[in-house]
């Protein structure tokens, strides 16, 4: 895919539907009782293999333009469930069919069966589940086993971990306990609590009970992970505006990244969705400065820190960003893959174990980048390349369908004018 150079980039956006938000939407009224409809829904592939999987296990599932008209089934079927690319997908399903009585088999392309999932088998094990991982890793097998609540301590802020032990807390005798490092999005307890669960929230932990889920409507918000590129365009290219975004304070680590470095944006029209927050976003061509990133505001921008990256990369000045080792088991190795990828497009960018260190020159060349089969590498070049000098290509450019269907449309066709 050639990108083009472009001085000037000005433009409303409608962005696609919170891909964590749309996943959880699904494979949570799936799992309840009654009917759903989720509106504004992302259909991206990643919510799509979740779709998939909650139909091989027992829930009727219609799409329509951008709804989801979803019959819950709380009983699950034994099954075969394909994650495709998708974590998300086989994180939380882990959890999900521990202890409700089924033989489940996940697999999934060969991105995620590099993956970690011990990270979330050894947890369930501890609640009494039986969880097989093939060294580590997928296919993992679920067989049924009574699963009985306890206090778990986490070692990573993964929302993925704790949202897996949320769910097979519903199917657990007692009370289910989970303590994260750092306290990872939201999402699952915000909705969880919406459907009737029995979830108390108290600092970085949070406690379950078993119980059954009653079925809600889910009108999800924009998803700021993709909205971040035609943001960081607006900062670097002239001005952005971004409809309905979601701002789960959970999720809002890259405004807290563009206070820092001297990035103009102001929210607008703010208001409530479904119990989210959500605003319109307006971002302004910015001097950007050079910034410091730590550990501790990791989980709130980790599937930002490629575009923040290339930001990086236009400032003129040292940034350094620490305590981001998680990016190294993400759809891509992304601490080499975002290295890579501002170094051949003329940029300074020098891999350390847990982050980078990214000598901003104030701009970049531009030339041609592999996605590395990762949607969001691929958004961040396409990114760099729009407001590099010469532009260049990006090979491999189809894999943004996994979260962001019809980024290339919105990229060529932005309007010239900001409402
Ligand atoms: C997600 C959590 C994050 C994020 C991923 C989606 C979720 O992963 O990187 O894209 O929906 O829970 P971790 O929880 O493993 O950090």
């Known amino acids: 895919m050639k990108i083009s150079a472009q001085k000037e980039f000005y433009g409303t956006f409608a962005i696609p539907g919170d891909k964590s938000i749309t996943h959880r939407a699904i494979m949570f009224n799936a799992a309840a009782k009654g009917v759903a409809v989720v509106t504004n829904a992302l259909l991206g592939e990643d919510c799509l293999s979740t779709i998939r999987c909650m139909r091989a296990l027992g829930a009727q599932i219609s799409v329509s333009d951008n709804k989801i008209f979803i019959q819950g089934s709380p009983c699950f079927h034994d099954a075969d469930c394909d994650c495709g690319n998708s974590g998300t997908t086989m994180r939380l399903l882990m959890g999900l069919v521990s202890g409700r009585n089924v033989?489940?088999?996940?697999?999934?392309?060969?991105?995620?069966?590099?993956?970690?999932?011990?990270?979330?088998a050894a947890p369930l094990r501890s609640l009494g589940a039986d969880v097989r991982t093939t060294d580590g890793k997928a296919p993992v097998r679920i067989v049924p086993a009574s699963l009985v609540g306890k206090e778990v301590c986490t070692h990573v802020a993964s929302a993925q971990v704790k949202s897996a032990i949320l769910l097979a807390g519903l199917g657990a005798e007692g009370e289910t306990r989970v303590i994260e490092p750092l306290k990872s999005r939201d999402h699952t307890e915000r909705m969880l609590s919406a459907m009737g669960a029995d979830i108390r929230v108290e600092g970085n932990a949070v406690s379950i009970r078993k119980g059954e889920l009653h079925c809600v409507n889910?009108?999800?918000?924009?998803?700021?992970?993709?909205?971040?590129?035609?943001?960081?365009?607006?900062?670097?290219?002239?001005?952005?505006?971004?409809?309905n975004v979601g701002i789960n304070p959970t999720r809002t680590g890259i405004l807290k990244v563009f206070d820092a470095m001297n990035v103009r944006y102001c929210l607008e029209n703010e208001h409530s969705v479904c119990g989210e927050p959500v605003a319109d976003i307006r971002v302004f061509r910015s001097e950007i400065s050079p910034v410091h990133l730590t550990r501790e505001i990791m989980p709130s921008?980790?599937?930002?820190?490629?575009?923040?990256?290339?930001?990086?990369?236009?400032?003129?000045?040292?940034?350094?960003?620490?305590?981001?080792?998680?990016l190294r088991v993400k759809e891509s190795d992304r601490i080499a893959s975002t290295a890579e990828m501002i170094n051949s497009l003329g940029g300074e960018c020098v891999s350390r174990e847990d982050g980078f260190i990214i000598r901003g020159k104030g701009t970049l060349r531009g030339g041609s980048v592999p996605s590395y089969c990762d949607h969001r590498i691929a958004m961040s070049g396409a990114v760099a390349l729009t407001a590099s000098e010469f532009g260049g290509e990006i090979n491999g450019a189809e894999c943004v369908n996994i979260s962001f269907p019809g980024f290339y449309t919105l990229l060529n066709g932005n309007g010239g004018t900001v409402c």
Do not use: H, N, Q
């Open 218 to 243: 889910v009108d999800v918000p924009a998803d700021i992970s993709s909205a971040a590129y035609f943001m960081a365009l607006g900062a670097l290219c002239g001005e952005t505006l971004c409809k």
């Open 301 to 326: 921008l980790i599937d930002e820190i490629p575009v923040i990256a290339v930001l990086c990369a236009f400032s003129r000045g040292e940034s350094l960003i620490e305590g981001a080792e998680e």
């Open 103 to 120: 033989r489940v088999t996940f697999t999934g392309d060969s991105s995620l069966s590099s993956r970690p999932m011990e990270r979330v």
